[in-house]
């Protein structure tokens, strides 16, 4: 059963990855608009067209992400209104996760897919693709998770996602496996 398949009212979060980890609004998902498949991500996050979605955005972005919004078919988004403050998730380099890894209990969550799985992985790493996270499938609540996927994009949708359901301890890897990290 999808995430959100009782869900009337979402805050989507289309501004790049950077500006969501570091000015989050609290109770919004992050899907940005640019530089990794908006439109896939915000239909498989947020089926239900006649949902009610306040959309933050940038001022640049603004009209072209209510287009694209809009003509999804999407027929209660509007913009919202907000200022530049907000929380600082958690998130660490590809050198600070390496240090941590050596002094750390912390959970490493993979969120990409299973044939991104084949190619290398994580050692140790928790496996559950994002597509699954969007179906029901969540990890153990008692841990703290490093999560990652190919390049930062997924692990932060994920990570606000999990925020969003009160899930976990969590802290997005910047840049995702492509940043060299220690492979299995």
């Known amino acids: 059963m999808h995430i959100f398949t009782d869900r009337k009212y979402i805050i989507i979060d289309t501004r790049s990855s950077d500006e969501f980890l570091d000015h989050h609004i609290e109770g919004s998902v992050f899907v940005g608009f640019s530089g990794g498949n908006f439109k896939h991500w915000l239909e498989l996050l947020l089926p ?14 603004a009209d072209k992400v209510m287009m694209v919004v809009n003509e999804l078919g999407y027929t209660k988004a509007k913009l919202m209104e907000f200022d530049s403050t907000g929380e600082v998730l958690n998130h660490i380099s590809a050198n600070e996760f390496k240090k941590m890894q050596q002094t750390s ?15 290398g992985s994580i050692a140790n790493a928790e496996k559950l693709p994002l597509s699954d996270l969007l179906q029901g499938q969540l990890p153990n609540e008692d841990k703290e998770y490093i999560v990652h996927c190919g390049s930062g994009y997924r692990s932060v949708i994920a990570l606000s996602l999990l925020k969003l359901l009160g899930r976990c301890k969590l802290i997005n890897l910047d840049g995702g496996y492509q940043q060299g990290l220690d492979k299995k």
Not at 48 to 61: L, N, P, Q, W
Not at 105 to 119: C, F, G, I, N, T
Request: glycine share 0%.
């Open 105 to 119: 209990d912390s959970a490493v969550l993979d969120v990409r897919e299973v044939d991104e799985y084949q190619q």
């Open 48 to 61: 239900d067209k006649h949902a009610d979605i306040e959309v933050i955005a940038t001022v640049i972005d």
